[in-house]
């Protein structure tokens, strides 16, 4: 058995896919690297094929039709035969020693028959051309070395959401969930941060930096310009994890999860209304206006905790001094956390 699949989803990644590919082979033995070739035309394709020529044992090559980010999520994870699964976007890549410390994690469950469901690392934004680093830590939240549950987590900071980069599941969990990215469409990686979290019972986290987020490349869906250029999405993505869980039904069983939930949804809000204010144009502020006629449509309690009682009610603020006051607060906080 191998501990851990890590699916590297491509598209025409050849520039930079060895760096993180070689980060997963550090220990080849003990993992699974399943490449995604998402309909590549550049040398994506052979490149990978190399890799799998090299270690049979270890790396999986899918060729498929180009379905986008969340269509190589979806195939990784039907292919996979690790015990816990971990998505390594192909510009991005791992630390060896933080890589050591989970893997010797596993290893002690598996002697124990005693799984963690979901595992918190810590994730760092490598602005590696500019060599600037921030790593994003969970000690605050998940104490560290202990089985944990939802009732037991500490409260978030402002800066503080669990993405892609910090999570590891167990496999069993995420088909459990029925979690599905939609093809063709960017930023789903919210969805797959956010709706196994139900399922979820035991939670261990690692204060480690295991994931190095590259920052840098002018066509990345996190650059400004392109995230107002694909705000479609974002909003689409929005209302996908709006509607995808029952918070009420969380709620009941774990609380702070069903709270923490509610907020990851205000951080999503926050993010498509800003960037439609910054987009400034009548069709933005309609497109505004009906993103969170949508919400209270759809889900009335939800909408008054996000439009009275967390971030996104900052960034529905009325008239033209709210939309600057908005804005100010937005790019004071890129410029703190730099997260794009």
Same mark, same amino acid.
């Given at each position: $058995? ?8 491509? #598209?025409?990644?050849?520039?930079? $896919? ?25 040398? &994506? ?40 699964? =971990? ?21 002690? !469950? ?7 469901? $979901?595992?918190?690392? %810590?994730?760092? #934004? ?9 790593? $994003? ?70 204060? &480690? ?18 995230? =107002? ?8 993505? &929005? =209302? ?13 069983? #774990? ?29 933005? !502020? ?11 449509? %759809?889900?009335? %309690? ?17 008239? =033209? ?18 997260? %794009?």
């Amino acid at each position: $058995m191998k501990y851990i699949t890590f699916t590297v989803p491509c #598209y025409n990644s050849a520039p930079y $896919m060895e760096r993180c590919i070689n980060s997963l082979l550090t220990f080849k033995n003990e993992v699974e690297i399943i490449i995604v070739d998402d309909g590549s035309t550049d040398k &994506t394709p052979e490149i990978a094929d190399q890799y799998a020529l090299l270690y049979p044992e270890t790396v999986k090559v899918i060729h498929k039709q180009n379905g986008g980010h969340g269509s190589g999520v979806n195939t990784g994870l039907a292919h996979a035969t690790g015990k816990y699964f =971990k998505v390594v976007d192909s510009d991005d890549w791992l630390d060896c020693r933080s890589l050591q410390k989970v893997l010797f994690r596993i290893m002690h !469950w598996e002697k124990q028959q005693k799984w963690a469901d $979901m595992i918190v690392c %810590n994730y760092v #934004y490598d602005h590696l051309y500019e060599n600037k680093t921030k790593s $994003m830590s969970y000690k605050n939240v998940f104490k560290e070395g202990q089985m944990l549950t939802w009732n037991d987590i500490g409260i978030f900071s402002p800066s503080q959401y669990l993405v892609m980069h910090s999570l590891i599941f167990r496999t069993d969990i995420l088909k459990k969930s029925g979690v599905t990215l939609p093809e063709h469409t960017f930023y789903v990686d919210n969805i797959f941060a956010y709706r196994p979290l139900p399922y979820v019972e035991k939670i261990y986290y690692i204060n &480690t930096d295991l994931y190095h987020y590259f920052l840098g490349r002018k066509d990345q869906s996190v650059n400004e310009e392109i995230l =107002k250029q694909r705000i479609d999405q974002q909003i689409y993505v &929005t =209302k996908l994890v709006a509607d995808c869980v029952d918070l009420n039904e969380v709620k009941n069983k #774990y609380p702070k999860l069903a709270r923490y939930m509610t907020r990851n949804v205000s951080i999503m809000m926050a993010i498509s209304s800003i960037h439609l204010l910054l987009i400034n144009s009548e069709d933005s !502020w309609r497109k505004r206006a009906d993103l969170w006629n949508y919400i209270k449509s %759809n889900n009335r %309690n939800l909408y008054h905790k996000l439009r009275y009682t967390t971030l996104s009610s900052f960034t529905n603020l009325p008239g =033209k001094a709210g939309r600057l006051l908005t804005v100010t607060g937005y790019k004071a906080a890129r410029k703190i956390y730099q997260f %794009n």
